[in-house]
Every structure is written in structure tokens, then in C-alpha cells.
């Protein structure tokens, strides 16, 4: 596949995979702000916490998922059915098992979760250990499931798990904010969001059904050289995992257990953090299947090239995503949740999408390395990153409260990018290209070209405070940084390539007997 046949096939797929966060992100700006009006502080802190444990499954889940579409995309690219049916099948065994460990964990957590976060009103006890059983036992039946997810990801069809994802959790989170209106409890909410997590499980499996790949699922596929290759491959991801858990996982539970009167501003300032990192990874996660396929047919200089333009396409859309959000973050705050929340969750939002953002400026590089098998070479850096972000946000915690595990977060991440231009880049062999055009070129060039804007639109929003004007303004600086980045940061064949790419993906935009892609 050619350079614009790799960049075109990248963004039908970050469509896809941005119509899925797209569905997330309703829901982000529709529940918060309906659970913090309806459920008291204590309430809606637990709520929150509740779903942050549910969710280390689902670290469990996208690790294997990713896995799964690494393998199934090796296979694809050397036309090996029968290496993509004995990954498949490892995969869903793995899977199997993790799910029951899952359950049990579940179970003690649930058991003991008023032991390990005192703060909770004790009226409320009972129904949080129920629901933290509904959603984390929910979760883990879906496991075996992303088997199939992993598969779609691997062979391109995005669209599919777009699909599930986006039915699955809307369908959870109007089941869970009707529950919290009508006053039904937590219990009742996390019914509904267990459902929704098993919604997306019945899609996967009609749409298999539908492709017609059931024949790669099999018992005679599982051997014991196919799940070692697996096991081994998934190791180091489960590291990687958990380096993620400690990185953006803790965060809560340390807020919980040492500073809970701030654990609901928290949670509010984390689900804004999360605004920039969802979409950003649901464009970059579309590279791991295409590196794949391109380093078990070619040299380490193309995937080398492919980090180079991604990691700046990926910069420039990251500064793009971050203009309006820390320009327009002190009157969406009060707008969203309210005056009370906005005052107390702004300087930790600040922090935690400044962390964000320095985090995400490698996420290119990291989804090609993971793409490539270079995942074990990679993995000083996120566990580095992990272990200085839990240290520095427990004692940040304790002499700071909330905002110290906030700087702790931030300091993390800095952490890792040294991390990886320190002990990772230098070892990752299948990827070749220079680290100081990747800094400068690639990283602080689009920087420079959105910084102007970004600080002219804060100015101009601190002077003017009536809402439309603010939106006006923020409207107008996201234009000026599009027009700088166009003019500055690509070259004229890159534009080129660009427009291709639009038309290629929105082929009605295109004009009569224009180029195709």
C-alpha cells in the first residue's frame, strides 16, 4: 500500500473510531451534568468511583483488543489464515480466563470497598458494593467478546466496533441518568450500565455471525506454540496496562481515600481531562493495524517516515483540540456543572489537560512501536511514568489534597516523554528517524504555530465576559491556529495530500472528476 493509500485507509477509520467518541462525549456533556443536580456530593463521588474500578477491566479489554488487532493485521498483510485463526482462538481462551480472575477480584473489591475508602456515607455502603458487582462483573462477561472487537480492529472494519460501542453506551448511560433522575438509586444505575456493556458483547457476535467468520474460532487452532506467542505478546502489554492504570487509573481512588470532600470536583475535572484525550486516541489507535501490516513486509525507514508525519498531523490536531478546551473551560465549567463545582474542579481541569496534553504528543510513536512488536522495548517509559505519578500523587495527596495529586499527574507524564526519548527511541529498531526532527519538526513547530492564538483568545476571553462573545472569540483564534497550521506547518504537497484525504473520506465534498485518494 502507498503513502496515500496508508493515510486514506488511517482516516476512514479515525472517522469511524471519532463517531464512536462522539457518542462517548454526549454523554460525557449530558450525565455529569445531570448526576451532579441530581445526586449530593458524597453520592456522585462514589458514583464516580465506583465506575473508575469497573474500569480497570476495561484497561484489561482495550490491551487485548489492541493485541488481537496487532496479530490479525500480521496475518492480513501475509494472507495466513491460519496464524490469524490460532491468534483468534488463543485470544478468546485468554480472555475466558481473565474474565473469571476479573469476577473474583471484583467480588473482594466489592467486599471491602467501605475498608479502603472510609470516607462513604455509610447510608450508602450497601448499594455501592452492589453496584460495583453489577458493573465490574458485567464487564468482565464482556471480556471474551473483544475477541471479535480485536478481530474487526485488525482487519480495518472500525465501523463495526464504532457501532457496538456507541449503541452500548448510550443505551447505558440513559438507562443510568433516567435512574438518577427518577431517585432509584445507585443500584438501579448500575443495572443499566451493566446492560449497556452487554449490549455491546451481542452486537460483536451477530456481526460475526453476519461476516461470516466463525471458521477462525476454533478449538484445533488452539496449540500450545500459538498461545505462548500470544501469552508472550500480551505480557507486555499487560505491563503497558498496567502503567496505564497507575498513570490515569489511581488518580481517584488516591483522591478518595485522602481528600474525599474534593473527590466529586475531581471527577468532574478528569471527565473534562478526558475530553482531549478520547478523541486524540481514537485518531492514533487507527495506526497500530497499519504498522502492523507495513513492518511484516518493509524497512524500519518507512515506519520511521510514518511516525515523523503522524506525530505532526497528530500534534497539530492535538493543539487544535486543546485551543477551545483551556480557552473555554472556565464558562463550560459553569455552565455544565454548575458555579460551585466550576470554582473547585478548574485549576485540577487545568492540570489534568496540561498533563494530557504532554502525554499524547508521543501517543503516535507509541501506537506504531505497540503496532510493530516493539512493545517490550517500550516499556521503561510507561511504567516509569506509572510508578513517578503514583508517588508524586500520594504525596502530593498528602501535603496538597486534590490538586497535589493533579500536579502529580502532570508530573508524570513529563516523565514518560523523557522516558522515551531517553531509553525507548534508541532501542526500537523496526522504526528508524532522527529524535531531533521529531522534536523539533514534529512537536514544537506545531506548537508554535497554535501558541499565538491560544494566548490572544485567552486575553480576549478574560476581557470579555458574556458568553457568545467568548464563543465568538474562541471560534475565531481556532480558525486563525487552522489557517497558521495550514500555512506554516504543511507544505504545499502535504495540502495536497490533505485535500485528498478529505475527499477520499467525505467523496460528496469532492468536486466533479476530481482526484481520488
Given at each position: 500500500?502507498?503513502?496515500?493509500?496508508?493515510?486514506?485507509?488511517?482516516?476512514?477509520?479515525?472517522?469511524?473510531?471519532?463517531?464512536?467518541?462522539?457518542?462517548?462525549?454526549?454523554?460525557?456533556?449530558?450525565?455529569?451534568?445531570?448526576?451532579?443536580?441530581?445526586?449530593?456530593?458524597?453520592?456522585?463521588?462514589?458514583?464516580?468511583?465506583?465506575?473508575?474500578?469497573?474500569?480497570?477491566?476495561?484497561?484489561?479489554?482495550?490491551?487485548?483488543?489492541?493485541?488481537?488487532?496487532?496479530?490479525?493485521?500480521?496475518?492480513?498483510?501475509?494472507?495466513?489464515?491460519?496464524?490469524?485463526?490460532?491468534?483468534?482462538?488463543?485470544?478468546?481462551?485468554?480472555?475466558?480466563?481473565?474474565?473469571?480472575?476479573?469476577?473474583?477480584?471484583?467480588?473482594?473489591?466489592?467486599?471491602?470497598?467501605?475498608?479502603?475508602?472510609?470516607?462513604?456515607?455509610?447510608?450508602?455502603?450497601?448499594?455501592?458494593?452492589?453496584?460495583?458487582?453489577?458493573?465490574?462483573?458485567?464487564?468482565?462477561?464482556?471480556?471474551?467478546?473483544?475477541?471479535?472487537?480485536?478481530?474487526?480492529?485488525?482487519?480495518?472494519?472500525?465501523?463495526?466496533?464504532?457501532?457496538?460501542?456507541?449503541?452500548?453506551?448510550?443505551?447505558?448511560?440513559?438507562?443510568?441518568?433516567?435512574?438518577?433522575?427518577?431517585?432509584?438509586?445507585?443500584?438501579?444505575?448500575?443495572?443499566?450500565?451493566?446492560?449497556?456493556?452487554?449490549?455491546?458483547?451481542?452486537?460483536?457476535?451477530?456481526?460475526?455471525?453476519?461476516?461470516?467468520?466463525?471458521?477462525?474460532?476454533?478449538?484445533?487452532?488452539?496449540?500450545?506454540?500459538?498461545?505462548?506467542?500470544?501469552?508472550?505478546?500480551?505480557?507486555?502489554?499487560?505491563?503497558?496496562?498496567?502503567?496505564?492504570?497507575?498513570?490515569?487509573?489511581?488518580?481517584?481512588?488516591?483522591?478518595?481515600?485522602?481528600?474525599?470532600?474534593?473527590?466529586?470536583?475531581?471527577?468532574?475535572?478528569?471527565?473534562?481531562?478526558?475530553?482531549?484525550?478520547?478523541?486524540?486516541?481514537?485518531?492514533?489507535?487507527?495506526?497500530?493495524?497499519?504498522?502492523?501490516?507495513?513492518?511484516?513486509?518493509?524497512?524500519?525507514?518507512?515506519?520511521?517516515?510514518?511516525?515523523?508525519?503522524?506525530?505532526?498531523?497528530?500534534?497539530?490536531?492535538?493543539?487544535?483540540?486543546?485551543?477551545?478546551?483551556?480557552?473555554?473551560?472556565?464558562?463550560?465549567?459553569?455552565?455544565?456543572?454548575?458555579?460551585?463545582?466550576?470554582?473547585?474542579?478548574?485549576?485540577?481541569?487545568?492540570?489534568?489537560?496540561?498533563?494530557?496534553?504532554?502525554?499524547?504528543?508521543?501517543?503516535?510513536?507509541?501506537?506504531?512501536?505497540?503496532?510493530?512488536?516493539?512493545q517490550q522495548r517500550m516499556l521503561v517509559s510507561p511504567l516509569g511514568e506509572g510508578v513517578v505519578n503514583l508517588g508524586c500523587s500520594v504525596m502530593g495527596a498528602w501535603y496538597l489534597g486534590a490538586i497535589g495529586v493533579a500536579l502529580g499527574t502532570l508530573v508524570g507524564a513529563w516523565a514518560g516523554v523523557i522516558l522515551h526519548f531517553t531509553n525507548s527511541m534508541p532501542r526500537t529498531d523496526s522504526m528508524k528517524f532522527s529524535r531531533?526532527?521529531?522534536?523539533?519538526?514534529?512537536?514544537?513547530?506545531p506548537i508554535c504555530c497554535c501558541v499565538p492564538s491560544l494566548l490572544l483568545t485567552l486575553l480576549l476571553t478574560r476581557i470579555l465576559h458574556t458568553p457568545p462573545a467568548q464563543v465568538a472569540i474562541i471560534a475565531i483564534g481556532e480558525l486563525v491556529a487552522i489557517w497558521i497550521l495550514w500555512r506554516a506547518n504543511f507544505d504545499f504537497r502535504e495540502r495536497e495530500e490533505l485535500a485528498g484525504l478529505f475527499s477520499h473520506v467525505f467523496?460528496?465534498?469532492?468536486?466533479?472528476?476530481?482526484?481520488?485518494?
Amino acid at each position: 500500500m502507498n503513502g496515500a493509500g496508508v493515510f486514506s485507509k488511517v482516516a476512514v477509520n479515525a472517522v469511524a473510531n471519532l463517531s464512536r467518541t462522539g457518542a462517548a462525549w454526549a454523554i460525557v456533556l449530558f450525565l455529569p451534568p445531570l448526576l451532579v443536580r441530581v445526586l449530593d456530593k458524597p453520592t456522585y463521588a462514589t458514583w464516580f468511583l465506583i465506575l473508575q474500578i469497573g474500569a480497570y477491566v476495561a484497561l484489561i479489554d482495550s490491551g487485548i483488543q489492541s493485541a488481537i488487532g496487532r496479530f490479525v493485521a500480521r496475518a492480513e498483510g501475509l494472507q495466513d489464515r491460519r496464524y490469524m485463526g490460532q491468534a483468534l482462538s488463543s485470544a478468546a481462551l485468554i480472555l475466558t480466563v481473565a474474565a473469571l480472575v476479573a469476577v473474583a477480584v471484583t467480588v473482594v473489591c466489592s467486599w471491602q470497598l467501605d475498608h479502603f475508602f472510609h470516607g462513604i456515607p455509610t447510608s450508602i455502603v450497601p448499594a455501592a458494593r452492589q453496584s460495583l458487582l453489577v458493573i465490574g462483573i458485567s464487564l468482565a462477561i464482556s471480556l471474551p467478546f473483544s475477541t471479535f472487537a480485536g478481530a474487526f480492529l485488525g482487519l480495518q472494519m472500525n465501523h463495526i466496533n464504532a457501532l457496538a460501542g456507541s449503541v452500548g453506551k448510550v443505551a447505558g448511560a440513559a438507562g443510568a441518568g433516567w435512574a438518577a433522575w427518577r431517585h432509584h438509586g445507585l443500584l438501579e444505575m448500575a443495572l443499566w450500565m451493566g446492560f449497556g456493556n452487554l449490549l455491546q458483547g451481542v452486537i460483536y457476535v451477530i456481526s460475526w455471525k453476519r461476516l461470516g467468520l466463525r471458521g477462525l474460532l476454533r478449538r484445533a487452532f488452539l496449540t500450545g506454540r500459538a498461545i505462548s506467542e500470544f501469552s508472550r505478546f500480551c505480557v507486555a502489554m499487560f505491563a503497558t496496562q498496567f502503567a496505564a492504570l497507575l498513570i490515569t487509573g489511581m488518580d481517584m481512588p488516591v483522591v478518595a481515600a485522602f481528600d474525599f470532600h474534593s473527590a466529586a470536583y475531581y471527577a468532574v475535572a478528569a471527565t473534562a481531562g478526558s475530553m482531549l484525550a478520547a478523541p486524540h486516541a481514537a485518531i492514533i489507535t487507527t495506526l497500530i493495524p497499519v504498522a502492523s501490516g507495513i513492518s511484516a513486509t518493509e524497512a524500519p525507514d518507512r515506519l520511521g517516515q510514518i511516525v515523523l508525519r503522524t506525530t505532526r498531523y497528530g500534534t497539530a490536531v492535538l493543539c487544535l483540540l486543546t485551543l477551545p478546551l483551556v480557552a473555554g473551560l472556565s464558562p463550560f465549567l459553569r455552565l455544565w456543572v454548575g458555579v460551585d463545582y466550576a470554582r473547585h474542579a478548574l485549576p485540577l481541569a487545568v492540570i489534568l489537560v496540561a498533563a494530557q496534553f504532554v502525554r499524547l504528543t508521543l501517543m503516535p510513536y507509541a501506537a506504531i512501536g505497540f503496532g510493530a512488536g516493539q512493545q517490550q522495548r517500550m516499556l521503561v517509559s510507561p511504567l516509569g511514568e506509572g510508578v513517578v505519578n503514583l508517588g508524586c500523587s500520594v504525596m502530593g495527596a498528602w501535603y496538597l489534597g486534590a490538586i497535589g495529586v493533579a500536579l502529580g499527574t502532570l508530573v508524570g507524564a513529563w516523565a514518560g516523554v523523557i522516558l522515551h526519548f531517553t531509553n525507548s527511541m534508541p532501542r526500537t529498531d523496526s522504526m528508524k528517524f532522527s529524535r531531533s526532527r521529531l522534536i523539533f519538526t514534529c512537536i514544537l513547530k506545531p506548537i508554535c504555530c497554535c501558541v499565538p492564538s491560544l494566548l490572544l483568545t485567552l486575553l480576549l476571553t478574560r476581557i470579555l465576559h458574556t458568553p457568545p462573545a467568548q464563543v465568538a472569540i474562541i471560534a475565531i483564534g481556532e480558525l486563525v491556529a487552522i489557517w497558521i497550521l495550514w500555512r506554516a506547518n504543511f507544505d504545499f504537497r502535504e495540502r495536497e495530500e490533505l485535500a485528498g484525504l478529505f475527499s477520499h473520506v467525505f467523496p460528496y465534498s469532492s468536486r466533479p472528476g476530481g482526484n481520488r485518494a
